[in-house]
């Protein structure tokens, strides 16, 4: 995982829920009506979200299912008290590949845009099939075709279009390979640029 002094993930600070670039609005509706295709239609009871982010999906989590209990970490002190603030859901500060929780103990967990990031995600792949007792959606940017789409907009040209704090890629058909063999993969979807991911423990 690539991190800034303050150990926020690089590349991992752009506020793309609130945009107001009309392409990039887009391709985010995309992303959010994939997700709320993935999301399980039956309330779960206890649902866990890795990775705060901007709060965006935390937020969205709770309206979609108000009488669950909500659990979030972040690996950054600061977004985790950032997205706290903006969604009031309480955000524990703890890696993806570690986390303290007990096994079994969530019906739902979503990890969206955090894979990518880490050194070891088969590690945090494992953690989610461990404290997982239902549905698991998960999401990464597709590859190549995420770089190339960077490129076409000329940013990260010295890294051929490769998002800083990006340490992981993957195809399509790769993610659905990796997530295999931890889960059993139920749907995918590709809005663009992002393969997701719904599963279930085995």
Known sequence: MVTT????????????????NPVARALMGGFLRSLG?????????????IGAGEGEIGRRLRARYPDASIVAVEYSPRLAADAH????????????????????????VVMCEVLEHLTDPEAALGEVARVASGDVVLSVPREPLWRALNVLRGSYLADLGNTPGHVQHWSRSAFVEIVGRHLRVT?????????MVAATRR
């Open 187 to 195: 749907r995918v979807r590709s809005p663009l640029p992002w393969t």
């Open 85 to 108: 603030r903006r969604t009031g859901l309480p955000y524990a500060a703890q890696s993806a590949t570690q986390l303290g929780l007990r096994s079994s103990a969530f019906d739902l």
């Open 5 to 20: 002094d303050r150990g926020v993930v690089a590349g991992n600070t752009y506020d793309k829920y609130g945009t107001k």
């Open 37 to 49: 295709e993935l999301l399980p239609r039956s309330p779960p009871r206890r649902v866990l979200e």
